[in-house]
């Protein structure tokens, strides 16, 4: 389940880093808190313009971690929180994700997609 202080950091100005890792070691990207869609399946829902090598690199092993924070948000120990994601992903062109996704965001190649398996608010 997404948590709710998750989706209030969603609501906040922050940067998201996104990790995968291919034949040629880690590699990260980054985009913004506010980018992000939450769909009713819990499915996170990202736009991809460029992210050619981190597309390459989700064919090559789905697994993906992603960070996230905001200091407007409160934490467990005060002021600013963030969050440690770790899921599967894949990159969709087509289909219901991309079109929210093609419809907030009109430069959007892509979406990716990604299904949690563990959400752990680190802050």
Same mark, same amino acid.
């Given at each position: 389940m997404i948590p709710d202080k998750l989706k209030e950091v969603l609501k906040?100005?922050?940067? %998201? =880093?996104? =990790?995968?890792? /291919?034949q040629d070691g880690p590699h990260m990207v980054n985009t913004w808190n506010s980018y992000i869609r939450i769909t009713d399946a819990e499915r996170i829902?990202?736009? %991809?313009? #460029?992210?050619?090598? $981190?597309? *390459?690199?989700?064919? #090559?092993?789905?697994?993906v971690l992603i960070t996230l924070g905001?200091?407007?948000?409160?934490g467990k120990m005060g002021?600013?929180? /963030? @969050?440690?994601?770790? /899921?599967a992903a894949s990159i969709? $062109?087509?289909?219901?994700? @991309?079109?929210?996704?093609?419809?907030? @965001?009109?430069? =959007?190649? *892509?979406?990716? *997609?990604v299904t949690a398996n563990s959400i752990e608010q680190t802050l």
């Open positions: 906040q100005d922050g940067v %998201v =880093a996104i =990790a995968t890792l /291919g829902l990202i736009p %991809v313009g #460029y992210m050619h090598r $981190t597309e *390459a690199n989700i064919t #090559y092993n789905n697994q905001s200091r407007k948000v409160e002021p600013g929180t /963030g @969050f440690l994601i770790k /899921g969709e $062109t087509s289909g219901p994700d @991309f079109d929210v996704i093609k419809s907030k @965001f009109s430069w =959007a190649r *892509a979406v990716m *997609a």
